[in-house]
């Protein structure tokens, strides 16, 4: 069964260093998202990215957040000055359209910002 | 904007009996509705969908949800609990056709007893 991949699991770094997550979603959806959760709560949506670019963002993807689809099959999330508020579960996910419905999630990726 | 509400932190159910998990949403547009589950430092797991149709749908390991246009509520429903159905529960909504992003509920803590 095709699935979403994130890496790396777990990522530890200092506060300001540039950490880039990544992940390969599922090879035929055309729609791909990062959310992230903090300590086990709430999911909150962080973007959505559809032909080539951002479709929609919330008010925590700000400036220091960036996501690209550099070669067609991964799907990057980069946070270039990290800061403490930054340490949790990061989560992609694809989906196949709108009318299908559902998002596929992968296992996550944990960071934590020293 | 659209939005869903899980008034309980946790449900406490006797293994056996039906078990509901309480959902409402607020949308400007058609509703998409869903709910996912999220064990222990995993991803999180599509249960089933309401799209159009049928308001009862049924999912995955017994679950079925019934969306109910009149009260805005999407309540997740099992006739026989188990314990392995212990984990955290979350509703999500997409507003169509306005938003390709899913937002999510706080989540909604199940618990099981033997």
């Known amino acids: 069964e095709p699935e979403v991949t994130q890496t790396p699991s777990h990522q530890v770094t200092q506060m300001g260093q540039e950490v880039i997550l990544r992940c390969v979603p599922i090879?035929?959806?055309?729609?791909f998202y990062w959310y992230r959760q903090i300590l086990g709560q709430k999911v909150e949506f962080l973007v959505s990215?559809?032909?080539?670019?951002?479709?929609?963002k919330s008010e925590i993807f700000d400036d220091q957040f960036s996501v690209e689809r550099p070669d067609g099959s991964n799907f990057t999330l980069k946070i270039r000055s990290t800061k403490l508020e930054d340490s949790a579960m990061y989560f992609c996910?694809?989906?196949?359209?709108?009318?299908?419905?559902?998002?596929?999630f992968g296992e996550g990726s944990r960071l934590t910002v020293l | 904007a659209q939005s869903v509400a899980q008034p309980e932190d946790q449900v406490n159910v006797a293994e056996g009996n039906p078990l509901t998990v309480k959902c409402t949403y607020s949308?400007?547009?058609?509703?998409?509705l869903f709910w996912y589950v999220q064990y222990p430092n995993r991803g999180l797991q599509f249960l089933l969908k309401?799209?159009?149709?049928?308001?009862l749908v049924k999912g995955s390991y017994g679950f079925e949800a019934e969306f109910n246009k009149s009260q805005t509520s999407f309540h997740l429903k099992k006739p026989s609990a188990l314990v392995s159905d212990s984990a955290l529960y979350f509703c999500?909504?997409?507003?169509?056709?306005?938003?390709?992003?899913?937002?999510f509920g706080k989540g909604t803590r199940l618990h099981i007893l033997p």
């Open positions: 990215f559809y032909n080539n670019e951002i479709s929609e």
């Open positions: 996910a694809s989906g196949g359209g709108l009318e299908t419905g559902e998002l596929f």
């Open positions: 309401y799209i159009t149709g049928d308001n």
């Open positions: 090879s035929n959806h055309l729609y």
């Open positions: 949308v400007s547009g058609n509703p998409y």
């Open positions: 999500a909504v997409r507003d169509m056709p306005f938003n390709d992003k899913i937002i």
